[in-house]
């Protein structure tokens, strides 16, 4: 039999402009996604039949943080976008892709070390009658999958 909690997941986020936030599970946060986005193998068929495979090298991915849209976990990442995007304005992109995240389960022990992270959008804002939840994804550069 095996365990799993959300509580047993630790990640700490590093942006250059607005700091850094620890998620020990809570703080409003739903759910975290990583997802990878290297399809590592491609085949190409040619008229006749023939396969030609090909070996694909690349670790970049997508991170999805979804939160509750009153979270302090919301509150940091439209803090960083605003930084950065300020940043930008003025002609500096030196902090706009230097996002880090590293996200650990404390039960199995896995863990995700992403580097190279930025924005690729701010997220739809709902305003309803009742608090909604917010999905910040994350497009990372280098998304390492690590065992125990």
Same mark, same amino acid.
């Not at 250059?16 to 399809?39: C, E, H, K, S, Y």
């Not at 193998?41 to 939160?67: K, Q, R």
């Not at 995700?112 to 939840?133: M, V």
């Given at each position: 039999?095996?365990?799993?909690?959300?509580?047993?997941?630790?990640?700490?986020?590093?942006?250059?402009?607005?700091? !850094?936030?620890?998620?020990?599970?809570?703080?409003? &946060?739903?759910?975290? =996604?990583?997802? +990878?986005?290297? $399809?590592? %193998?491609?085949?190409?068929?040619?008229?006749?039949?023939?396969?030609?495979?090909?070996?694909?090298?690349?670790?970049?991915?997508?991170?999805?943080?979804?939160?509750?849209?009153?979270?302090?976990?919301?509150?940091?990442?439209?803090?960083?976008?605003?930084?950065?995007?300020?940043?930008? !304005?003025?002609?500096?992109?030196?902090?706009?892709? &230097?996002?880090?995240? =590293?996200?650990? +389960?404390?039960? $199995?022990? %896995?863990?995700?070390?992403?580097?190279?992270?930025?924005?690729?959008?701010?997220?739809?804002?709902?305003?309803?009658?009742?608090?909604?939840?917010?999905?910040?994804?994350?497009?990372?550069?280098?998304?390492?999958?690590?065992?125990?």
């Amino acid at each position: 039999m095996t365990n799993y909690s959300f509580k047993a997941l630790v990640a700490v986020i590093n942006h250059p402009l607005g700091g !850094q936030f620890v998620i020990q599970g809570q703080l409003g &946060a739903g759910q975290v =996604t990583v997802d +990878n986005m290297t $399809d590592h %193998t491609a085949i190409d068929m040619s008229a006749d039949g023939n396969a030609m495979l090909s070996a694909i090298v690349g670790d970049n991915g997508m991170v999805t943080f979804e939160c509750q849209q009153t979270s302090q976990l919301h509150i940091y990442f439209l803090n960083c976008w605003n930084l950065t995007n300020a940043a930008l !304005q003025n002609g500096d992109a030196t902090g706009a892709n &230097a996002m880090t995240a =590293t996200l650990r +389960n404390t039960i $199995d022990g %896995t863990s995700h070390r992403c580097k190279g992270g930025g924005f690729g959008k701010i997220p739809p804002k709902p305003y309803a009658a009742q608090g909604q939840k917010i999905t910040w994804a994350l497009p990372f550069g280098d998304v390492q999958n690590l065992t125990a």
